[in-house]
């Protein structure tokens, strides 16, 4: 599966939005008794509220957005969709929301990744004010940031998709996923994405804000969020 951002500056513009049909409209009014009873829906909600209350990366993220003026509400922010069999969920510029990919996510930790790499994609709208429609530098960096950060590469995830390395395979994935994702989403060559991913790596590579570190795993993860919890009490207690 892929996460891809997502693009709707107008409709006419494809962007990725054919991946998402349901952006554009809904077979049941939204928190009618047939959504929650006859889709996906209700199950991904579910899981979306273990994500929010148990992960450690999903924690750190939320309270970061919220220092950061940008505080996030689950109604408001996420939407429970169907999707294109290839993605499991995208980040929506326009409404600053979030798309989980009902009927592509079946597990939680699945639905923890998912959740961790699109809310990189707000936490990075929110304190950059990115230009996701006009810069591919832009796209490239927060791509490069999503993947080196949510866990998408860490070792676990990396050899349940059989993919083995040693020197700096944690890099080299990072740089696929990435360029993959930019791939679904523009009409470009290979070479052109490759170029754009090349020219921003090292900075975004090293960009780790706000975990502070690479967080390899849920662990890792865990001490991140303990670190950021505690950020301002070492000052308060000067």
């Known amino acids: 599966m892929k996460y891809i951002y997502i693009y709707f500056k107008q409709k006419e513009e494809d962007f990725g939005y054919s991946l998402y049909p349901e952006r554009g409209s809904s077979k049941f009014k ?10 996906f829906k209700h199950k991904c909600l579910i899981m979306l509220q273990v994500a929010t209350d148990t992960s450690p990366y999903a924690k750190l ?5 919220k220092s950061s003026g940008c505080a996030v509400y689950k109604d408001r922010h996420f939407s429970c969709e169907d999707c294109d069999g290839t993605v499991s ?23 923890n990744r998912v959740v961790t790499h699109e809310l990189i994609h707000a936490f990075d709208h929110c304190r950059a004010r990115v230009d996701w429609f006009s810069s591919f530098r832009h796209l490239a960096c927060s791509e490069i940031r999503a993947a080196n950060l949510s866990g998408d590469c860490s070792f676990v995830n990396e050899i349940s998709r059989f993919n083995f390395g040693l020197k700096e395979h ?44 690479i967080p390899h795993s849920k662990k890792d993860a865990k001490f991140a969020y303990r670190d950021y919890e505690n950020r301002d009490r070492y000052y308060a207690n000067l």
């Open 89 to 111: 969920g995208g980040f929506d510029a326009a409404t600053s929301q979030i798309v989980l990919c009902q009927n592509n996510i079946h597990q939680q930790a699945h639905m």
């Open 30 to 39: 939204q928190g009618s008794i047939g959504e929650s009873l006859f889709t």
């Open 61 to 65: 993220l939320l309270g970061a957005m």
């Open 170 to 213: 944690h890099q080299a994935c990072v740089r696929g996923r990435a360029l993959r994702s930019i791939l679904a989403v523009r009409k470009v060559s290979r070479e052109e994405a490759e170029l754009v991913v090349d020219e921003v790596f090292d900075s975004c590579f090293h960009d780790h804000a706000p975990f502070g570190r």
